[in-house]
């Protein structure tokens, strides 16, 4: 009997290098970074201010391309696509969720969440069907119809989130989600990750704040642009270890 086939990893770093600049000016953010994620895995990214974190972040998320090395995601070598490519790998295959939440002023959450699926053509009745379920999903679902300033801090950040997952991608991609969340808002919004990780979805995660690293499986320290530490904390396979069965449900009525 044949030995059941691996999965392909979400994304692979290979010697990935970034520099800005040229000559005597260069800057070198990134050095040889070798990195693979795989499917369902819960990763955060840590360091100080200038340790290479944010670099880090907007090359996964194809909002940038490295000077050296490769970046698979997917299978996908997006290190070597255009910027129309590039734009359709991170309407399809990321779900970015930011510390700012980004969500369009005096439009409702419906409409903020149905935006990713407008820009991929998704006809208006299963678009506007995937939306109200994104919001559901996160506990939202009551304030679908409210447009950002009707809304908390916690609750932005969770109609950010049900953005995010609403094209399926291949990836959740976060920066410091929490970082504008007072304590009990931040571990909500915590608690919804750890749900989506639970169900298989694959999320990369920047921090700065070891309460919040301690919800991932594993956590990697950058230190000068490079990986000081690579940590695993939970088997890949295991639930999320800060799981708690029911919060997002309970706050649904929130």
């Known amino acids: 009997m044949s030995a059941p086939r691996r999965r392909r990893p979400t994304l692979v770093l290979k010697g990935v290098s970034k520099s800005y600049g ?91 969440v149905e935006l990713p699926l407008i820009y991929a053509r998704v006809p208006k009745q299963e678009r506007r069907e995937r939306a109200e379920a994104a919001l559901v999903a996160v506990g939202v679902g009551h304030r679908m119809q409210h447009v950002p300033a009707e809304l908390s801090g916690g609750q932005q950040q969770r109609v950010a989130i049900a953005r995010a997952i609403v094209t399926q991608p291949a990836l959740i991609l976060a920066d410091e989600p929490t970082g504008n969340l007072d304590t009990a808002a931040g571990a909500e919004v915590m608690q919804i990750f750890s749900r989506l990780n639970a169900e298989g979805r694959t999320v990369v995660m920047i921090t700065h704040e070891p309460e919040i690293a301690s919800y991932a499986k594993r956590v990697i320290h950058l230190l000068d642009g490079r990986i000081d530490a690579d940590r695993r904390t939970t088997p890949l396979t295991a639930l999320p270890p800060l799981l708690v069965a029911g919060d997002v449900a309970k706050t649904e009525t929130a």
């Open 22 to 112: 040229a000559g005597e000016i260069s800057v070198r953010a990134l050095t040889d970074i070798e990195l693979v994620v795989e499917r369902g895995d819960f990763v955060a990214v840590m360091g100080s201010s200038g340790s290479g974190k944010s670099t880090l972040m907007n090359l996964i998320g194809c909002l940038d391309a490295p000077t050296e090395g490769r970046y698979l995601l997917e299978g996908i070598d997006v290190s070597r696509l255009d910027d129309v490519e590039l734009a359709f790998i991170r309407n399809r295959k990321i779900g970015f969720v930011f510390q700012s939440y980004n969500l369009v002023p005096r439009t409702s959450a419906l409409r903020n």
